[in-house]
């Protein structure tokens, strides 16, 4: 699972436990994922109740990790020994 999925998955299992969805119900679990994160605002100050407060730091997380430039990333990865030299594919 790479570092984005995991902070997805960690977004839905907190929506789920926040608005009371069944976290089987994977459709609609992701469609309420995809608007929490296309309707976050970055500027919008932290909420004070600690679990929308973690929701809204998950999700900050999430759209940077996201929106990274392709250069960026690579270098995450690499830093994470996860990119490899061309030689190196058999």
Do not use: C
Not at 21 to 39: F, I, K, S, T, Y
Not at 64 to 73: K, N, S, T, Y
């Amino acid at each position: 699972m790479t570092e984005l999925e995991t902070k997805r998955a960690a977004v839905a299992d907190l929506l789920a436990r926040i608005e009371g969805l069944d976290p089987q119900n994977r459709a609609v679990l992701d469609q309420r994922v995809e608007r929490a994160v296309d309707g976050f605002d970055p500027g919008a100050p932290e909420p004070t109740d600690p679990a929308r407060a973690d929701l809204h730091r998950l999700l900050r997380d999430y759209r940077d990790l996201r929106d990274l430039p392709a250069d960026r990333a690579n270098v995450r990865l690499a830093e994470k020994g996860e990119v490899f030299a061309p030689e190196d594919d058999a």
